[in-house]
């Protein structure tokens, strides 16, 4: 169980909506994510990065950003800040 740290996913538009593929140092443990929009994608790529992590609070900062109209790049930062 990888626990807190970045995990980052490659997003891509096809024709029956959007896929995700883990990558990145975390990217083993992340399963596959699908959604028709992006939000749908959104919201299975934090429920997978939330599971994967292993941690209680589902509460952490993330970004999905527009790379070109049909791939984008999911960030989540895990319990990553200092205190």
């Known amino acids: 169980m990888p626990g807190k740290g970045v995990y980052h996913y490659k ?7 959007w896929s995700a593929t ?3 140092e975390m990217a083993e ?8 929009t992006m939000m749908d994608l959104e919201k299975a790529m934090v ?14 900062g993330f970004t999905c950003d527009m790379v070109t109209p049909d ?7 895990i319990d990553t800040a200092m205190k």
């Open 11 to 17: 997003c891509k538009a096809g024709s029956s909506g």
């Open 22 to 24: 883990g990558f990145g």
């Open 29 to 36: 443990e992340l399963p596959g994510c699908e959604g028709a």
């Open 47 to 60: 429920a997978a990065c939330t599971e994967v992590s292993g941690l209680p609070c589902a509460d952490f």
């Open 71 to 77: 791939a984008a790049l999911f960030t989540a930062c």
